[in-house]
């Protein structure tokens, strides 16, 4: 079984995350137009590649980002959401 | 494979519990004089004046949440739920009425082997494990004791029937 | 004949240990020690058991579960009768009785030997061109009776084996020479090492060879004395998956191991030669002979022809003429053997031999061997020593790239994942000294990597300068019974007509043919087979790849993989009132639940009436305690339940409570609660039981993203909570509360802190049920005094979960997830009162105003059967479809037999138009019939 680094608790196996799938910013719910909105809610981006996904250690309900390239389904870091906005930029 | 003694289970002593998690819950432990583990998922036992192997114990979760169990008068206790009921800012109370058992005895580590898939043989001293055993959400936390090393366990109080029976099988076989 | 041999250096058997059994009916003897079919051999039983396909007679062939001949029916002392069992690497055991499988009518007189009459009209593949037409169910019904290698005893006791999960830094697969040498080099290095095999003792192929014997005894002396080296024998690797997490299998139980890096130590599966006849009884593999020689001092026949193309052929001549064994022949494919018969004096040795076919004997095991040049060479038992195939099953499962080499004639592992390595004969390298080597270097690397570290490439790798596999020992014959895979009873021609249906890649020939997806899943017939293919293409194995491996490399019994069985489930602080007042239990959302509490003498649905008027007339009380509850503290605990639910929070006065509807960002309903707002910047809210756990994972999602200053706790197991409804409930709580209940004082949804029965309580008012109704919350330890307290005050009577559908369906209150589904939109169900769309923001809003613009497609009604469809006996049911004009017009989602009302009333998802009160539908029933009902307007009653 895989195992996965939560930043918090250490190498875990696989059984103790759920994900929730890639990152991604809404669009301005006022700005934006209804297709647009429609796009995000049910299109996913499913070429393979590295993807920052949402990972949560359930028995200690902590979310966290790992970057996973969906290819080879090896996870190539995680770390806390508050290193988001630092790590999009780069 | 260890042979020798079994391994024994027991519900924990009547010991009270409360957590409490917030911004300022380190700084709320500091002001009455309990012990802040210095790392996150670390436990220290809560006083100064507690030793190593005493059923006083505080344990971080995570960063911002703190866990506390604490026997005989537990003025600790008393003391952090009156503060937080107040509407201490940012160290919010959690009810904890957690199912507690303590394994141990030479074998203790073959039944954790049978429900846990943490090495708990390689984890520094100190440590808080928040892990599943047989699909349940459980607080490990190994400590030495005279009596050897021991693991509290604790979970949410709706799965110790299942739980408890599932581990005295395991216990007596 | 097979027969017993005076006792063999390094036996396994134990002679003062004899084991009395029984097979087939009849009475046998064997030793502790031996197998199932090492004791029959001994004991001159050469037909073990009848092929799958034409029921041909079988017997020893690779002794090493690479075939799949000898499969028997068990019962042993400690168990009812067990299919599937190996009897080659089964030990035997006092007592038990063994039965072969797959005849009619017992092995000797297998009536199913005549279908090999009928070959000419089974040709591979048949059964996809034949059958078809109305015949085939009658054939189906004929092919099922006899087909199965095994019956299942429907009595078998439940047996439950513990799984465990184990750690190391180094997991070496495999204790033969290179495996031990390995397991040794890790350990050195510091590794904790962990060494499996699956035979009984440790030390491999090089324990038969007399020459390397004593030294590798003293290799597993070395690695029993080192404490940082665990051996398990009888211990397969069933399955390689990711992370270097291994299945280990053994007798007990199932082992989960987590190692650093692995090391291959395999070995090879010897492969046999392919000629007419080569699977009669009697015609085995030469290590199998090796392994029935030095493990149970067994010969394998009187009087041995020895096939061979390579030395170790050679060298089993020798050892056989060292037990006395007489040795008719050594026939060598190769045009010549050079220096391969040294110390076969007196032994016939010839070169550049081709077999034609082997001769049956009367007693169906093999009594000549005839060659092409028209020899005939009498013997009992032919060897074969042809060549091998590395046991890279496990390998592949890791992801290793394997790679034809001509030179060798054999597949080596040319890439490995990082942490994996591979020592030994599975790397092609023969020489004893070079394995050891090897195992030495793979251990260290192994040992280096699992510590985070890796070493330098080698300085040199062992080369293997000496062919040990026959390129292509391949002997079709026109007459066929030329068997490349024995599971399956698959010949060469078989083979050819698959590539000639335009099967003609190995992966398709394996699924047209069935090659290798027998018992043994291609062990001993994957290469030959392959090789086939490619001949017949005139290209090479080099141009192809063999079948893609997957767990589990040997069978599992399912008991392993079930493992204890474990159901984890919940229970309520006062489950054992539950049970001392008779309720029968359900379980919602991994809780057990009371369903309804049994009245002796009354039926489920008289339970369920008497229940619901307790709660109209009088009132009664409910565990509610499964509820999801959630608390939220700190200064934007408002804000953020203005995000997230669809009403306003931030604006509730302390003291009072809201509904709270919770929507996807689709603006479909996915939960629903009562919030509460107990301080400026407290709130404690409830859930539905089912979705407690994902709601609040949901709710740290988004904080995760918001970062709003708020703290969120999981209170649902920490409280119990009960329900007290009904016209009566005031009066009885208050007198056992300090809380002022009056309806000035507590007014309808509002929330109260104080204490009942003596203990600290948040209460609620609550109009689920009924108008009248108090939820009671407490911590979970002190439930039982505030339930008893609720339940003994007078008149009070528990009621269960289908009282309580009953009673809000009479309020018309939809329950989500059953009135609603994955599709349905607030304003669809009714909800859109509680919908604040003029707040800047909430989860869905955006997708609501799209809904809004489209106007609803389905409406939640409520409606009501006529009275002489209920006299008549119709049963609506949830799930029933609406009809008008002939088309599908909506669903039931709830229905239920009001015993207030006196009618059956329900709740039904329906197309708009049919929503207006007082127009009438049509439900069809389960039974087809049609019943026609009335919309009515919800609540469905009033005040009580």
């Known amino acids: ?90 | 494979m260890s042979t020798g003694e079994k391994a024994w289970l027991r519900l924990a002593e009547p010991l009270r519990r409360f957590g409490v998690k917030g911004p300022r819950a380190a700084a709320l432990l500091e002001q009455l004089a309990l012990t802040v583990p210095a790392t996150p998922n670390g436990w220290s036992p809560l006083r100064a004046s507690d030793r190593d192997d005493s059923s006083n114990v505080v344990g971080r979760l995570g960063s911002t949440e703190f866990f506390v169990e604490e026997g005989g008068d537990a003025s600790g206790i008393a003391a952090l739920e009156k503060l937080t009921r107040e509407g201490s800012a940012g160290a919010y109370p959690v009810l904890r009425e957690d199912f507690a058992v303590v394994l141990g005895g030479a074998r203790a580590a073959d039944v954790l082997a049978q429900v846990c898939n943490v090495n708990f043989a390689v984890l520094p001293p100190r440590v808080v494990v928040m892990t599943l055993m047989i699909g349940v959400s459980v607080l490990a936390m190994p400590q030495e004791t005279a009596e050897g090393r021991i693991y509290r366990i604790w979970c949410d109080p709706s799965f110790g029937p299942y739980l408890q029976s599932e581990l005295e099988q395991m216990v007596n076989q | 004949m097979m027969y017993r041999l005076p006792p063999v250096a390094g036996e396994w058997i134990d002679r003062s240990r004899p084991l009395a059994f029984e097979f087939e009916g009849r009475s046998f003897q064997g030793f502790a020690g031996d197998t199932v079919s090492s004791a029959l051999a001994a004991a001159g039983e050469m037909t073990l058991g009848r092929s799958f396909k034409y029921h041909r007679p079988r017997g020893i062939f690779s002794f090493a579960n690479h075939d799949a001949n000898n499969l028997f029916q068990v019962a042993s002392l400690s168990s009812g009768w067990v299919p599937n069992v190996r009897g080659d690497v089964t030990p035997l055991a006092a007592g038990m009785r063994v039965a072969a499988v797959n005849t009619i009518g017992g092995l000797a007189r297998d009536r199913g030997r005549f279908i090999e009459w009928l070959a000419p009209f089974l040709p591979v593949g048949f059964y996809y061109k034949a059958f078809h037409g109305r015949n085939f169910p009658r054939w189906e019904q004929r092919i099922r009776a006899i087909s199965g290698l095994g019956r299942i005893a429907a009595d078998a006791p439940r047996e439950r084996t513990p799984k465990r999960y184990a750690f190391c830094d180094v997991l070496v697969i495999g204790a033969g020479s290179s495996g031990l040498a390995t397991a040794l080099s890790a350990a050195d290095a510091g590794a904790r090492v962990l060494l499996v095999d699956e035979n009984a003792h440790a030390g491999g192929c090089a324990s038969w060879t007399g020459s390397t014997a004593s030294e590798v005894g003293a290799l597993i002396r070395r690695v029993a004395d080192n404490p940082n080296i665990e051996l398990l024998t009888g211990t397969y690797a069933a399955g390689v998956y990711a992370d270097r997490w291994v299945a280990l299998v053994e007798p007990s139980r199932m082992t989960k191991v987590r190692a650093g890096a692995v090391v291959f130590a395999t070995g090879v599966i010897e492969q046999p030669a392919v000629f007419r006849n080569n699977d009669l009884p009697g015609v085995l593999l030469g290590s199998a002979a090796q392994r029935l020689l030095r493990r149970h001092a067994i010969a394998p026949g009187k009087r041995v022809a020895i096939l061979t193309a390579n030395r170790e052929g050679h060298e089993l001549a020798r050892d056989l003429r060292a037990h006395r064994v007489e040795v008719a022949a050594v026939l060598d494919l190769r045009a010549g053997f050079g220096g391969d018969a040294q110390g076969l004096d007196g032994v016939r040795c010839v070169a550049g031999v081709v077999p034609e076919a082997a001769i049956a004997g009367s007693n169906g095991a093999v009594c000549a061997l005839r060659l092409r040049s028209a020899e005939t060479i009498k013997c009992d038992a032919v060897l074969m020593s042809v060549g091998f195939a590395p046991a890279s099953g496990l390998l592949s499962q890791a992801g290793a790239v394997l790679q034809y080499d001509m030179a060798l004639q054999q597949h080596v592992p040319v890439k490995l994942p990082p942490g994996f390595f591979a020592a030994g004969r599975v790397s092609g390298i023969y020489d004893c000294a070079a394995r050891r080597q090897d195992g030495r270097d793979a251990g260290a690397e192994a040992a280096a990597y699992a510590r985070g570290g890796h070493l330098g490439p080698r300085a040199s790798r062992p080369e293997s300068t000496r062919q040990v596999s026959h390129p292509y020992p391949v002997f079709p014959h026109a007459s066929a019974r030329d068997f490349v895979d024995l599971d399956e009873d698959i010949q060469v021609k078989d083979l050819l007509g698959s590539a000639q249906e335009g099967f003609d890649s190995t992966e398709l020939m394996k699924r047209f043919s069935t090659l290798g997806m027998g018992p043994s899943q291609g062990k001993h017939a994957n290469l030959h087979g392959a090789r086939i293919l490619m001949r017949s293409r005139d290209a090479t194995l080099a141009d192809t790849a063999l079948t893609t491996q997957r767990p589990f490399y040997h069978p599992v019994p399912l008991k392993h993989l079930a493992g204890r069985g474990f159901h984890p489930h919940r229970h309520s602080g006062v489950h054992d009132r539950h049970v001392a007042l008779d309720a029968n239990f359900m379980t919602v959302g991994g809780w057990q639940r009371p369903e309804y509490y049994h009245a002796s003498g009354r039926s489920r649905t008289e339970c369920i009436a008497a229940e619901v008027r307790a709660v109209r007339e009088h009132a009664g009380l409910i565990d509610v305690s499964t509820l999801g509850k959630i608390e939220i503290f700190g200064p934007d605990a408002g804000a953020f339940l203005d995000r997230i639910y669809t009403g306003s929070f931030s604006d509730l006065r302390a003291g009072m409570t809201r509904y709270g509807l919770l929507l996807d960002e689709g603006g479909i309903v996915r939960d629903d609660g009562v919030i509460a707002r107990l301080a400026d910047q407290h709130f404690y809210f409830t859930t539905t039981t089912s979705g407690a756990a994902n709601v609040y994972r949901e709710l740290l999602l988004w904080n995760a993203r918001w970062r709003m200053d708020c703290a969120f706790v999981n209170a649902t197991g920490q409280r119990a909570a009960f329900n007290l409804a009904g016209p009566k409930s005031r009066e009885l709580l208050q007198a056992i509360t300090d809380i002022d209940l009056s309806e000035k004082a507590f007014p309808f949804l509002g929330v109260r802190e104080g204490r009942v029965a003596g203990v600290e309580a948040r209460v609620l008012r609550a109009g689920f049920v009924s108008s009248l109704g108090f939820e009671v919350h407490v911590p979970y330890r002190s439930a039982g005094p505030v339930w008893d307290a609720l339940a003994n005050a007078s008149g009070v009577r528990a009621f269960g979960v289908e009282a309580q559908r009953v009673l809000r369906l009479e309020k018309g209150h939809a329950i989500v997830a059953q009135d609603t589904d994955n599709l349905t939109n607030p304003f669809e169900a009714g909800m859109g009162w509680a919908v604040r769309m003029q707040k800047p923001f909430f989860v869905g809003q955006r997708s609501l105003r799209i809904h809004v613009r489209r106007g609803v497609r389905q409406k939640l009604i409520g409606f009501e059967l006529a009275p002489e469809q209920v006299a008549s006996g119709a049963a609506i049911r949830e799930s029933n479809l609406l009809i008008h004009l002939g088309e599908i017009a909506g669903r039931v989602t709830s229905v239920a037999q009001s015993p207030t009302l006196g009618r059956t009333i329900g709740l039904a998802m329906a197309a708009p138009h049919l929503a207006p009160p007082g127009t009438p539908i049509v439900i069809r029933g389960s039974d087809g019939r049609l019943v026609s009902a009335r919309v009515v307007r919800t609540p469905f009653l009033e005040a009580e």
């Open chain 1, 1 to 90: 079984m895989k195992i996965i680094h939560c930043p918090l608790n250490g190498p875990r196996p696989l059984l103790e995350f759920v994900s929730a799938g890639e990152v991604r910013n809404a669009p301005d719910p006022d700005a934006c137009s209804d297709a647009e909105w429609t796009a995000y809610l049910f299109n996913r981006a499913s070429v393979p590649g590295v993807k920052r996904e949402w990972w949560c250690h359930t028995p200690s309900g902590y979310w966290f980002i790992a970057e996973r390239d969906t290819a080879s389904d090896e996870i190539l870091a995680t770390y806390d959401a508050a290193e988001l906005p630092a790590r999009a930029g780069a």
